[in-house]
């Protein structure tokens, strides 16, 4: 590898790493979200020639902070016409140094600048939808495509969605706080939202070469650790650290030394991180004896299934099946009914799986989801109609966006092709 590939993957890594630490920064010393952005994105860009030069420094994080720092002060000393700009232009000159978390408490006690993003993000005065799509945007530094793909809306709606976003907080005055406790039930729901869906990229990344980022599930779980230290007493946010924690358990498993995806069933069970899923079961099992079940305390009884399965065949499918029915109570979505669809299928045979399939198909919510068409075509391979799941699978590739899932399903395909089979009856 040579030089300006080792600056690449290092600058590459520091995004990852260091994105949302940066822009959290910049947003609690300048207030502006959108003038934030441009510089952590410009001290990126400068890290690219600078670091060809003088070498990637010690501290990347610390290097960016104050690289992009001062690019917004320049850009403040430059806007400063009237008297508040020019306080804003001072306070940030003030703030040279690397950030001290106890230099600028909160009346939550909370330090950190990210979880502080998180719930300015979600103020109740946003809609959720705009809530969880801003705080993966500054919070994580995912693009406005991954977070349309994520959301199942077209990138302009999207687009529009983070603009209004920007402009309320802006408007209304919305603080950069984490707000005292009486405040934090009407906010909660957003927040678990947010670090869910950040789990949930990590873990399978909407696009790109990668299945797994594991920054972003790293940052997810730390963040649900905060976020069960900050509320104890809410059985959901329990539930959602046991949720990452027992997917987190076997993420390493998911892909071979080559880079290909693994599929549950085939993976090596003595490799998941069996502390993990202690720390998940147990965490789940509280939650649920508080008697107020929500979806992330019935994902993580899902997750457990999984989880204390010795071998795929001991995995108790319909016990899933019935989780999923539960959840469906709490989260009537598309995505939901396909993976019921697909726990009844293992647990009552392809057929009754395909039945549930065929009404998606027919609801038409999921008719750009990869994931409809490849179930269709799983059940029907292991169904051994072969020609039809061939079909499935050529619809899953034309929508597919990861590079290690599209490499999978061409897997497949290959293999329905090769095996032929035969095609249903009427």
């Given at each position: 590898m040579s030089a300006t590939d080792d600056v690449e993957a290092a600058v590459a890594a520091a995004f990852r790493e260091e994105w949302g630490q940066v822009v959290a920064t910049l947003i609690r010393v300048t207030g502006d979200w959108d003038l934030a952005e441009e510089c952590a994105q410009d001290a990126f860009a400068q890290a690219l020639d600078r670091w060809r030069r003088d070498g990637v420094p010690r501290r990347p994080g610390a290097w960016l902070t104050t690289t992009a720092r001062n690019r917004a002060l320049d850009v403040l000393r430059r806007r400063a016409v009237g008297a508040a700009r020019l306080r804003e232009a001072a306070v940030l000159a003030r703030d040279e140094g690397p950030y001290d978390p106890e230099y600028d408490r909160d009346d939550s006690g909370v330090q950190d600048d990210r979880l502080r993003l998180i719930f300015t993000c979600c103020h109740p005065a946003l809609p959720v939808e705009a809530r969880v799509a801003l705080t993966l945007r500054t919070l994580?530094?995912?693009?406005?495509?991954?977070?349309?793909?994520?959301?199942?809306?077209?990138?302009?709606?999207?687009?529009?969605?983070?603009?209004?976003?920007?402009?309320?907080?802006?408007?209304?005055?919305?603080?950069?706080?984490?707000?005292?406790?009486?405040?934090?039930?009407?906010?909660?729901?957003?927040?678990?939202?947010?670090?869910y869906l950040l789990f949930n990229e990590g873990y399978a990344a909407t696009s790109g070469t990668e299945l797994v980022r594991t920054d972003l599930c790293a940052e997810a779980v730390r963040l649900a650790r905060l976020l069960a230290r900050l509320m104890p007493d809410e059985p959901e946010t329990l539930g959602l650290l046991a949720l990452l924690l027992l997917h987190d358990a076997r993420r390493h498993t998911r892909v071979d030394a080559a880079g290909d995806l693994v599929t549950l069933e085939d993976q090596d069970r003595t490799a998941w991180d069996r502390a993990e899923i202690d720390e998940g079961t147990a965490l789940v099992e509280t939650a649920l004896r508080r008697g107020r079940p929500g979806p992330y305390q019935i994902q993580a009884a899902i997750a457990a299934c999984h989880a204390g399965a010795a071998t795929a065949a001991d995995t108790d499918w319909a016990d899933i099946a019935a989780l999923y029915g539960a959840l469906l109570r709490f989260v009537p979505s598309a995505v939901v009914r396909l993976n019921r669809a697909v726990a009844v299928g293992m647990a009552e045979g392809p057929d009754a799986g395909l039945a549930l399939v065929a009404e998606l198909e027919r609801d038409g919510d999921l008719d750009d989801y990869h994931l409809l068409p490849a179930t269709r075509a799983d059940l029907l391979r292991r169904d051994g109609r072969t020609t039809e799941a061939a079909e499935a699978y050529e619809r899953a590739l034309e929508l597919v966006e990861n590079d290690t899932e599209r490499k999978f399903l061409e897997k497949r395909l290959a293999e329905c092709r090769s095996a032929g089979g035969r095609s249903s009856v009427g």
């Open positions: 994580a530094g995912l693009t406005t495509p991954e977070i349309a793909r994520a959301f199942l809306v077209p990138e302009a709606t999207m687009a529009q969605r983070l603009v209004r976003a920007k402009r309320k907080i802006r408007n209304a005055g919305i603080p950069y706080r984490v707000p005292p406790a009486h405040l934090l039930p009407e906010r909660t729901t957003g927040v678990l939202g947010v670090v």
